[in-house]
């Protein structure tokens, strides 16, 4: 069982290596219901988690978080102790902290430009990202950390790019605005309408043949005549 999950996880991080550029080091944000089912679970996610991806990873997380945290009191305290130990990541919440799952849900818009994964327990904030496109989601469950595979979201955008030929629609409106611009619409346009005429049939093949008539075999009888008078002198 460990080897089939660690092809299903290799072969789900090829997925978000290539057509997300995902690379090293692998940066997991970390809240504070995976902390806690860590804990619980007693699953040593800085020493498997590298492993298990593929590659060195950081551990992440927000003050955000860690707020949330410290406010749920001694009930979290182990959680807290774990999320304390990771890198804290800035968010824009400086002087109003959020909730940790709406933290998180801002550290990954305008694309996941910082190619985060996101660990959590969290259903709701899981629905959430499932909804974005490129967003690699971490869970725990039976004692095992679990790699999602990729939603429907990010199927949907990897399948538009290789229809698309990886060209941005704002690139194929700059190409149709430059053509109407030069007057090359209207062209490609006329030519698409001409037709080629259907041709009519070969003049060549439609001459009756010649019939062989003894005025033209004469020709070819007097040529022999006149060699044979040539010899007799």
């Known amino acids: 069982m460990?080897?089939?999950?660690?092809?299903?996880?290799?072969k789900i991080m090829g997925f978000y290596r290539h057509n997300f550029q995902f690379c090293q080091p692998f940066q997991v944000l970390l809240d504070g219901t995976f902390c806690q089912a860590a804990l619980r679970n007693k699953i040593q996610i800085r020493e498997q988690l590298p492993g298990y991806l593929g590659g060195i990873t950081q551990l992440c997380t927000t003050r955000c978080v860690l707020k949330e945290?410290?406010?749920?009191?001694?009930?979290?305290?182990?959680a807290k102790l774990i999320a304390q130990r990771s890198e804290v990541?800035?968010?824009?919440?400086?002087?109003?902290?959020?909730?940790?799952?709406?933290?998180?849900?801002?550290?990954?818009?305008?694309?996941n430009?910082?190619?985060?994964?996101?660990?959590t327990q969290d259903q709701d904030l899981a629905s959430k990202v499932k909804k974005k496109?490129?967003?690699?989601?971490?869970f725990i469950i039976q004692n095992t950390m679990v790699?999602?595979?990729?939603?429907?979201?990010?199927?949907?955008?990897?399948?538009?790019?290789?229809t698309d030929q990886l060209v941005p629609e704002y690139q194929k409106q700059s190409i149709v605005q430059?053509?109407?611009?030069?007057?090359?619409?209207?062209q490609e346009g006329a030519k698409r309408r001409?037709?080629?005429?259907?041709?009519?049939?070969?003049?060549l093949s439609c001459l009756k043949k010649k019939k062989k008539t003894q005025e033209g075999q004469e020709p070819s009888a007097e040529k022999k005549k006149r060699r044979k008078r040539k010899r007799n002198r």
Not at 178 to 186: D, F, H, Q, S, T
Request: charged share 25%; proline share 8%; hydrophobic share 30%.
């Open 133 to 138: 496109a490129g967003i690699p989601l971490l």
């Open 89 to 111: 990541r800035n968010c824009s919440h400086h002087k109003d902290p959020v909730s940790g799952s709406a933290c998180l849900l801002s550290m990954i818009e305008d694309g």
């Open 147 to 162: 790699l999602d595979k990729p939603s429907p979201k990010s199927l949907t955008f990897v399948q538009k790019l290789q």
């Open 178 to 186: 430059l053509k109407e611009k030069e007057g090359l619409a209207k």
């Open 113 to 119: 430009p910082h190619h985060f994964f996101i660990a």
């Open 194 to 203: 001409k037709r080629k005429r259907a041709g009519g049939p070969n003049p």
């Open 2 to 10: 460990k080897v089939r999950r660690q092809k299903h996880a290799k």
């Open 69 to 78: 945290l410290q406010s749920l009191g001694k009930a979290l305290y182990g």
